[in-house]
């Protein structure tokens, strides 16, 4: 070995030995004191995470440490941080941690929002970037034209049963763009399966945040399970084939279709079609578990996320009659009174495109995003964030930040008319957050741009939403709880749905 050679290796040796002394110095971000081992479980909260979340960022400021038994949680409480960090830095800050209850013995090690950073994950997110580009999106605007439609008359037929409808409008349209599968009623199989699915998962599997025993001493998956206390291996078996089913059923559905020559276009027609023939079988094998897996998952992200956006935008509307009467006001000029509104309509429609942005702001319908790992020691404003943390970037405080968003719990759509500068306004697009940050962040948005604004604008033009009366006549307030840790989905409330005249009526009876 040259003399050169060996001086460059101890430099690096040493260099990296004072770099990683140096990093141990430095101090973890602020955050409320940790009891010995185990650390700040009693400051977590299981409902509502994000309201003591808030709390600390008030405290502590952009960027506050916790730990649960020496695992580190890092929450991002402001724009700036969580763009420099989830963002500019997306390299180390795009992984997911190893959940051995979730992804091994439940199966779900390939479902897109458990999928560890690496050749999956971005085999994954290019798939699914061809289907839900923006110009790829414009091609499903007549299928939500026309979807949109049903969903109208199924609100008017029964106004009781709203979130059933607004339900089969998520879930169907994304299963007509997925898998070309056509829902027909709120009883759907599949919409069934899906709505099992979607509660196991956020109430059983996603148990006290998703950590399970197993998952911090992973050798405990090697018990048997007839063990005692090994409940968890006989649940994660019946749970995992419950899974596989959900996401089997309708992959098999449209292959048998595609043999038959009955398919319609859809994500997984098209890139079945598109798959090589005469490949090795591995790759073969490969491309169908990434088609087949990011199809569960896009159909899975999409049903309770838009079902929520479009709660809040009813809670809204019954809280703020007068915002309602102006949008109306709005598409009575532009539209007229004897259509639907369609997508042509929307660059002259700038108040509900207000009230839409607003939505997502008010109702933060994914106030912590989904968490992401910190995969290397990385350094932030002089504290050090530890490899292997936990990283939450916190919306619904970004959301709630008056210096942005003045009276933030207003629900004020004309603050999006207000001229301000490139930053602010950057600040003020709720899509900036709304969707998550850097790699991982939602391939579903463009999706939603379209699918939850024609529902808007259709609702508004053609309906009256109101708060319900009791049978003295006076109006019944929504007294609204959230529930769900990871979606803020409002519970059940009651809700005045009624065709705003006669012959609004007749449009949503002639359409279709
Ligand atoms: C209003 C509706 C929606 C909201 C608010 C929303 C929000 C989010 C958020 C916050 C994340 C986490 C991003 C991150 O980890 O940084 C996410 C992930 C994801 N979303 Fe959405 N989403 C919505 C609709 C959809 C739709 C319609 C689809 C697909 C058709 C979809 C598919 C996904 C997938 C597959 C992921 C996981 C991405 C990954 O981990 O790489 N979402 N979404």
Known sequence: MSIPLLVGIVLVVLYVRWWRRKLTELPLPPGPRPWPMLGNLFDMSLKEMWLPATKWAKQFGDVVYVHIFGQGLVYLNSYDAAVDLLDRRGNIYSDKPRLVMVQELCGLSNMVPFVRYGDVARRQRRLMNGALNTRAVTTYEPLFESEVQGLLQRLVADPENFIGSIRQYTGGSTLLVVYGYR????????????????????????????IWPVDVIPALKYIPSWFPGAGFKRNAEAWRSLMQEFVDIPFEYVKQNMKDGTAGSSYCSILLEEMPKK??????????????????????ASIDSMLTVLLHFLLAMMQYPHVMRKAQAELDAVVGRSRLPSFKDRMSLPYIDCIFSEVLRWGAPVPMSLLHRVMEDDVYNGMRIPKGSLVFPNVWNMFRDESVFPEPHKFHPE????????????????????????????????????????????MLATLDISKPKDEGGKEIEPDITFENPVFRTPSLFKCSIRPRSEEAFRVIQQSI
């Open 279 to 300: 490949a090795e079988q591995w790759i073969l094998e490969q491309t169908d578990t990434d088609i087949r897996w990011t199809a569960n998952s896009m159909y899975l």
């Open 183 to 210: 829902v027909r009623s709120s009883q759907d199989k599949l919409l069934k399966l899906a709505d099992e699915c979607m509660t196991l998962l956020s109430t059983k599997m996603a148990n006290n945040v998703g």
């Open 415 to 458: 603050r999006y008319l207000n001229q301000v500068d490139e930053a602010t306004s950057r600040r003020m697009d709720p899509r900036g957050a709304v969707f998550g940050f850097g790699r991982r962040k939602c391939p579903g948005s463009h999706l939603v741009e379209s699918s939850v604004w024609i529902v808007i604008a259709c």
